[in-house]
């Protein structure tokens, strides 16, 4: 069989079989008796063609000299062994094969016509460099050691893919240099040595058809399928690149090569033991055959507790060879075998995947025919489950991991440029755990505060102006619903309640109060909705009505949630759209200095940062550094003000927003609260920034009442010259830059309980300007220069 064969290399292939013949000679010559006869037949029968003795250039004449060849070899080939040994007349790296055995033949003819024998990962350049090593081991004496495993990948008749691993017998081969040859001295081998991926410098030393191999191999074929699978498997679970995304076809091919089983499925079911359920593994491509398409689902819907019990314990297999005979001898088990049917599953493993006491779940095999999996072949499990076992608790642990990081990231305030000193913390406290000492306050002291906010204007009075229309809507459709229903069957019930809805939307038309909403809804449900659920079936007309109320209303609530769910729609999306540009900006902020930084969201986004040297003493710190982040919000909180200027066209609710910055010039520490797991102000004197920080933006400009908030404007509230010096700067910079508008607004705020004197300015915020680029203070200055 001749298959793909590689470009070129250093030998030139010549078959000939002249040491076979010398051999017989030897045999004619020196024995007597039948061998000796046998012998001088086949030299008599191959004397016509000295072509065998001196060398077959045309590969063609191999199939014109079939017959003889086969003859010459039949010592090497034994009749008796040709239905067991996978072997063949080869030239060594060659994809060239004959004189194959019945097995070999039986083997080529099930993978068909059009398949295409190679070795495998065996490219040109792995070719050209093995055929230099056999040279320089064969005629110099080298000793390099080249042989790597070699395998041929063949399908059978199932498409199942079978590995073959090849050895190769070249005693009857020898190598004749040509006048090509180059002669390689000790200090070529040792640069070869050195560079087995520079082919240039072994076609070099050895050019192309440099040499010529005369003679013939043998190659012999191990069926290797269930320890290559193997491998393959170990290989594939160890990569780790990326858990989410297996080949699942690779995957099954694995399996299916082990079991040598051509549809075999493959899946995975997690077990929540505290639970009790069967849960979809948290692995995006894997598939349930126990949960087939859900998320969960109850154990005892599949097992008894007896049985999950005992494969915990026992960490058996659960093995089903024969689903339709499982009916009958177990009639009280039929729902989880009419489960299986449903899936065309006729024979099953399920093997538990257990590590320290841990039930993680099943690996399940499925075949759709019954007996292909059964007791005796679940025991190959057993070379493969140890691998199975220890991936599945590393990506159990590494989700853990990835829960934690979230945790940390969304739902902690342990922001990652203080996470040293919690670290820091942690092993001192670990490493004097035997004293059961408290965990000490972490504080940061002299740090300068800068705190901001994009907050939603009059939230609470949209959300108020949502609930009534949501609950208008409602109580107009259900008049609408009980009146028709007046119509049909005048009965006095029906009346009270047409008498109480029009109470309830006279109600609405006042200013909602703060009990109206649950009142409402709470008649609605207990008497409102009974009502019409008796009526549902009185006459189609009815029903009809009934139904199309019932279909406009939330699935959960039970109420109608138009208005409601676009308000909460848009804050939603307001919220998350500035988080995440706050975020992302954050990220650029912490190349300057590292600071701490923690964001809220409530209606609209706040956020603080605190930057100073004990937040990270690693770093000399310089006053230049709160400038440059000052300027820095600044120029960011017009940036979110633009972004919502260009998000407001898209949303469902028609909101506004306001801008304030509070700058605060005194260094206060901040002290992480362990009952409250958050950071805080510390000390008496300090907590008058936290004051401010609640009150300032619902104040008014004193004197008057008006809110020193304005849509379309920032508002930077402070207390000293110096500050108002210090911004008035970075406007006049960002005014350059097309941020702010032109006119900046001068004022007091009112006093509010306990603090005084605090004064704020107020510039128009350009909106519809590109500016992606981060300004920093030394941007500011030398603008400010250049002026």
């Given at each position: ?471 208008m809507l409602q109580v107009q459709t259900l008049l609408s619903v009980f009146r028709y229903i007046f119509e049909q069957q005048p009965l006095p019930l029906v009346e009270q309640h047409i008498f109480e ?287």
């Open positions: 069989m001749e298959a793909k064969q590689y470009k070129w290399g250093p030998l030139v292939p010549r078959l000939s079989f002249h040491k076979v013949l010398e051999a017989l000679e030897d045999i004619a010559k020196n024995e007597t008796g039948y061998r000796a006869e046998y012998a001088q037949a086949l030299l008599n029968h191959a004397a016509p063609y000295p072509e065998l003795r001196d060398g077959i250039e045309d590969m063609g004449l191999i199939q014109t000299h079939e017959g003889l060849i086969r003859n010459l070899l039949a010592d090497l080939f034994p009749t008796a062994l040709t239905n067991n040994e996978i072997k063949a007349v080869t030239i060594p790296f060659y994809n060239l094969t004959f004189n194959h055995t019945a097995r070999f033949t039986k083997i080529l003819s099930n993978a068909g016509s059009d398949f295409d024998m190679a070795i495998r990962d065996f490219d040109n350049h792995h070719f050209y460099v093995f055929c230099c090593c056999l040279i320089l081991n064969s005629h110099y004496g080298y000793n390099f050691d080249f042989n790597k495993p070699l395998f041929y990948d063949i399908p059978d008749e199932d498409g199942v893919m079978h590995h073959y691993r090849i050895t190769y017998n070249a005693d009857f081969m020898e190598l004749v240099a040509t006048d090509k040859a180059v002669n390689i001295t000790a200090e070529d081998v040792n640069l070869l040595m050195d560079n087995f991926d520079n082919l240039d410098i072994w076609q070099e030393k050895f050019p192309p058809d440099s040499w010529l191999v005369k003679g013939f191999g043998i190659v012999s074929l191990y069926d290797a399928t269930t320890e290559n699978a193997i491998g393959s498997l170990k290989d594939s679970l160890l990569n780790n690149d990326n858990k989410e995304n297996k080949d699942t076809e690779s995957f099954e091919g694995i399996f299916r090569s082990i079991f040598r089983i051509p549809d075999l499925r493959v899946g995975f079911t997690e077990v929540n033991t505290e639970d009790n359920l069967f849960k979809l593994a948290p692995f995006l491509g894997v598939k349930s055959h126990i949960l087939n398409g859900i998320n969960e689902m109850d154990c005892d819907a599949m097992f008894c507790s007896d049985d999950l019990d005992e494969i915990m314990h026992d960490r058996k297999y659960f093995v089903i060879s024969d689903v339709e005979r499982f009916i009958e001898e177990n009639p009280t088990e039929t729902a989880m075998a009419q489960h299986l049917l449903s899936q065309d599953i006729r024979s099953l493993i399920l093997a538990p995947i257990i590590k320290n006491d841990r039930f993680y779940g099943f690996i399940e095999l499925v075949s759709a025919r019954a007996k292909d999996l059964n007791t005796i072949n679940a025991n190959k499990l057993e070379f493969v489950t140890p691998f199975i076992t220890d991936t599945i608790e590393r990506y159990y642990s590494e989700l853990q991991n990835e829960v934690d990081a979230i945790i940390q990231n969304e739902y902690t305030a342990i922001h990652h440029s203080v996470y040293w000193k919690f670290r820091e913390e942690a092993l001192e406290h670990l490493q004097s755990r035997n004293n059961r000492e408290a965990f000490k306050d972490i504080v940061f002291r002299e740090v300068y505060p800068l705190y901001g906010q994009l907050d939603v204007k009059g939230s609470s009075t949209a959300r108020n102006d949502s609930t009534e229309k949501d609950l809805l029009e109470s309830l939307e006279d109600k609405l038309r006042d200013p909602l109060k703060a009990d109206t909403e649950a009142t409402i809804q709470t008649y609605i449900i207990n008497e409102v909705h009974p009502v019409l659920n008796h009526f549902s079936s009185s006459n189609p007309a009815v029903t009809a009505r009934i139904k199309e109320y019932f279909n406009s209303l939330d699935n959960k609530l039970h109420m109608v949630y138009q208005s409601r769910k676009d308000f909460d729609r848009t804050l939603s999306a307001i919220n998350k759209q500035m988080a995440n540009l706050l975020d992302k900006k954050q990220e650029q902020a912490q190349l300057f200095f590292p600071h701490y930084y923690e964001r809220f969201k409530t209606d609209g986004v706040e956020h603080n940062l605190y930057i100073g040297a004990s937040i990270s003493p690693k770093h000399p710190y310089n006053p230049l550094y709160l400038n440059n982040l000052r300027l820095w919000q600044l120029q960011v909180m017009c940036e979110m003000e633009n972004e919502y200027y260009r998000l407001k066209p898209s949303l469902p609710y028609e909101l506004d927003v306001t801008s304030l910055i509070l700058v605060f010039s005194s260094a206060i520490s901040i002290r992480f609260r362990m009952d409250e797991k958050r950071f805080d102000v510390d000390g008496t004197y300090n907590a008058r920034y936290e004051v401010v920080k609640k009150r300032i933006d619902k104040s008014n400009i004193k004197g008057t009442k008006e809110r020193i908030t304005q849509k379309g404007k920032i508002t930077i509230v402070y207390t000293q010259r110096k500050e108002e010096t210090e911004y008035r700067r970075y406007i006049q910079f960002l005014q350059h830059k097309g941020l702010l508008g032109n006119v900046v607004e001068s004022f007091d705020v009112e006093d509010l309980q306990g603090v005084t004197g605090l004064k704020a300015l107020r510039v128009a915020i350009n909106y519809g300007v590109d500016n992606t680029g981060t300004y920093t203070y030394d941007d500011l200055i030398k603008e400010l220069q250049t002026k």
